[in-house]
């Protein structure tokens, strides 16, 4: 990003960090035990650089800049080449096009995101500039005063669409509300409890727990068995898709210690470097030891906080069986005299036992079908807003108790259920007075997706090259894409041994 975006600005700085820093601590009135504070510090603190033996520079990998990118089209429906001068950006991009420049008409549904460099190397992005301005539009028109969307081909966890939003203040960097953990991971968290108990033979998808209260906080007594009161009882598949705090609390207080959530939690990027073209702020989950304490962290009330890339990643998990591979926006590098630059494919790697990312995965479907996200999917009759699909997903919603007071609200999933190709993000935060949830603007975006599939699927082919940006040509019978298809597929990867199970050593985090 150019430096005057490279951060928060001003006064907006002061407030962002001020208002979501600590959101983590104050989301609910349970105090945080002490001995968790010295951790918390280095969690998202930045590596030290040994300034005595600097990395060599790279010619691309430290230049790429959401703010440079321009629409750059291409004929789809010849593939003729486009000369790399016909570029052009929309909106203020085009406000600001010099005096005397004629404004170039590019449709961004037959364009892609290209970055000059100025020294002759070319940066190809995997965002598709549709359903990039399609969430920032659903942000504008709803008036959120922050947003954020991130939209993952499954194929190989290509970036469709990155957009972060802030109205409450501009000042703010919209690529950093998408890859810093500024708000609470809430009730997504659950999946990653459910995927401990099922990945550590600890419970089944309908394992029962008696309960009642607890439908907005959670008190210790409320966490004792009490059969005279207890008479509300529900699995653990309708504690996620309805996301029942005391099924999970409980369970993870019954079944799961400190070491096994902290495994699981790691395993699914909370408290690991995330690689990725831009710098990906650790996700704290920082599990405590006091077994009450713990439950509540289970459940999702504190200590663990995402970034909506890490989110959308998480979802994806689930969506691949278990396997993770990280995320990239740029889809090629090419350099000044033609040549292909491009690096390799992160590679992917099994995280979670095949089973029980499935079955976790069938219990998110329930959270659109007959749960928390049930009425933006589905009309008072009962008929899908999205016919052509399922989605599965995983709503979370906290409250701040200090000032902004914002809502801090999630859907996390994929789609189609029954045959993934995207794993989403939407992370709102949102005034007492909303205007739309976070599971909205998803269905929407599964929408226009769904209508926008066909061209991205013939967009992903399309190349740089010295002459502009064009699409390879096509068998005439088989309509086959008639060029190398690396980047369409993952290397291989040896996979990774499954989330340890209890009997595995693993050693404790200090605190």
């Known amino acids: 990003m150019s430096e005057s975006r490279s951060s928060f600005g001003g006064l907006g700085a002061v407030f962002f960090l001020a208002a979501f820093g600590a959101i983590a601590f104050f989301v609910q009135r349970q105090r945080s035990p002490e001995d968790l504070d010295a951790v918390r510090k280095p969690v998202t603190a930045l590596p030290e650089v040994d300034e005595a033996d600097p990395a060599p520079p790279v010619p691309w990998q430290d230049r790429v800049s959401l703010d440079a990118m321009q629409l750059t089209p291409l004929d789809r429906a010849t593939g003729d080449i486009v000369e790399a001068g016909a570029t052009a950006t929309t909106g203020e991009g085009a406000a600001e096009a010099g005096a005397g420049e004629a404004a170039i008409e590019v449709d961004p549904d037959r364009s892609r995101f290209v970055q000059g460099l100025g020294d002759g190397h070319q940066l190809l992005f995997t965002l598709d500039p549709v359903m990039q301005e399609s969430a920032l539009t659903i942000f504008r028109n709803r008036e959120v005063p922050y947003g954020a969307a991130v939209i993952l081909d499954l194929r190989d966890n290509s970036v469709l669409t ?5 109205k409450m203040d501009p000042q703010v960097d919209p690529l950093e509300i998408l890859t810093t ?4 991971s809430a009730s997504t968290f659950k999946l990653i409890t459910a995927a401990s108990l099922l ?4 419970a089944e998808p309908d394992s029962r727990e008696c309960f009642h209260g607890g439908l907005h906080g959670i008190t210790d007594d409320l966490l004792k068995d009490n059969p005279g009161a207890d008479t509300r009882c529900e699995t653990l598949s309708s504690a996620i898709a309805h996301s029942y705090n005391l099924v999970i609390a409980k369970l993870a207080l019954k079944h799961l210690d400190q070491a096994t959530l ?4 790691q395993a699914l990027g909370y408290e690991t470097d995330i690689p990725f073209e831009f710098p990906i702020e650790r996700s704290p989950a920082l599990i405590p030891t006091d077994a009450g304490a713990r439950a509540k962290v289970a459940a999702g009330f504190w200590h663990v906080d995402a970034s909506p890339i890490h989110a959308a990643l998480i979802a994806s998990v689930f969506a691949r069986e278990g396997k993770f591979q990280a995320p990239h926006l740029v889809a090629q590098v090419m350099g000044p005299s033609g040549e292909d630059l491009t690096p390799a494919l ?12 499935i079955e976790v995965a069938k219990m ?5 079908t007959s749960g928390t996200a049930k009425k933006s999917f589905y009309d008072a009759q009962g008929t899908p807003f999205v016919p052509e699909a399922k989605v599965a997903g995983k709503t979370g919603s906290l409250t701040g108790k200090r000032p902004p007071n914002l809502n801090y609200n999630w859907f996390i999933g994929f789609a189609p259920a029954e045959d993934p190709q995207i794993a989403f993000a939407v992370l709102l935060a949102n005034e007492p007075q909303w205007r739309i949830k976070a599971h909205y603007a998803a269905r929407r975006l599964v929408q226009i997706w769904l209508t926008r599939r066909e061209a991205i699927d013939e967009l992903r082919h399309a190349r740089l090259t010295p002459e502009g940006l064009r699409l390879p040509p096509r068998d005439p019978e088989t309509g086959i894409v008639m060029a190398d298809a690396k980047k369409d597929e993952a290397p291989a990867a040896p996979e990774l041994p499954p989330v340890p199970g209890p009997t595995a050593a693993t050693p404790t985090p200090a605190g």
Request: proline share 12%; no cysteine.
């Open 162 to 166: 990155f957009a972060g939003y802030s």
């Open 181 to 184: 953990a500024w708000a609470p």
């Open 199 to 202: 990945a550590n033979d600890k």
């Open 262 to 265: 902290v495994d699981t939690a």
């Open 346 to 357: 992160p590679p992917s790697q099994r995280v979670l036992p095949k089973s029980a990312a």
């Open 364 to 368: 998110m479907l329930g959270t659109t």
